[in-house]
């Protein structure tokens, strides 16, 4: 060996894993910061014209069997006029939520998966309304940070048919 042939070799292994700590750090990307919001499993009732209706009941069928809910049925609202008080940093602004007239309301279906599902939901009258549905993972806490759910979303129409939204 070289004088000063082990000496150059340590260095450049050491040149090279300072190189390759520098790409990989480089190469991680910013943080991600994650929530800790919690998704319910279930399938989500919206009902804009619910004339005639004041209960609901929803069963949903996956892989030969069938669970079945009572929905429990609330006012839906919305955010109303926004108002602001100055236009500088300190600024602040303001809404307040109003009724929609319509109602809305959840099945909590825990082991729903996300594959077709059968659901039939009776209102007052306990005609059945069919539909089928693929529920979807949920992204609440932001992209990056894992899927929940999976959940969906039905909205009821003048003839209380079934869409999905």
């Known amino acids: 060996m070289q004088p000063g042939g082990r000496r150059r070799r340590l260095v450049g292994m050491r040149y090279?894993?300072?190189l390759a700590l520098l790409v990989t750090a480089g190469c991680s990307g910013p943080e991600i910061a994650c929530t800790a919001i919690g998704v319910p499993i279930g399938i989500s009732l919206s009902i804009p014209a619910p004339e005639g209706i004041s209960k609901a009941a929803l069963e949903a069928c996956w892989r030969g069997q069938c669970v079945?809910?009572?929905v429990?049925?609330?006012?839906?609202?919305?955010?109303?006029a926004t108002t602001c008080t100055g236009?500088?940093?300190d600024s602040?602004?303001?809404?307040?939520?109003v009724p929609t007239g319509g109602?809305?309301?959840f099945a909590d279906l825990p082991g729903l998966p996300a594959e077709p599902v059968r659901v039939t939901v009776r209102f007052d009258d306990g005609t059945?309304?069919?539909v089928e549905v693929i529920p979807a993972f949920v992204e609440a806490n932001g992209p990056g940070c894992g899927k929940d759910?999976?959940?969906a979303q039905l909205v009821a129409g003048p003839d209380h048919e079934l869409r999905v939204r």
Do not use: I
Request: include cysteine.
């Open 16 to 18: 090279a894993l300072g």
């Open 128 to 130: 059945p309304h069919t």
């Open 103 to 105: 109602l809305h309301g």
């Open 72 to 80: 429990g049925l609330f006012p839906e609202t919305s955010a109303g």
């Open 149 to 151: 759910g999976p959940q």
């Open 68 to 70: 079945t809910r009572d």
């Open 87 to 89: 236009t500088g940093p």
């Open 92 to 97: 602040s602004c303001g809404t307040s939520m």
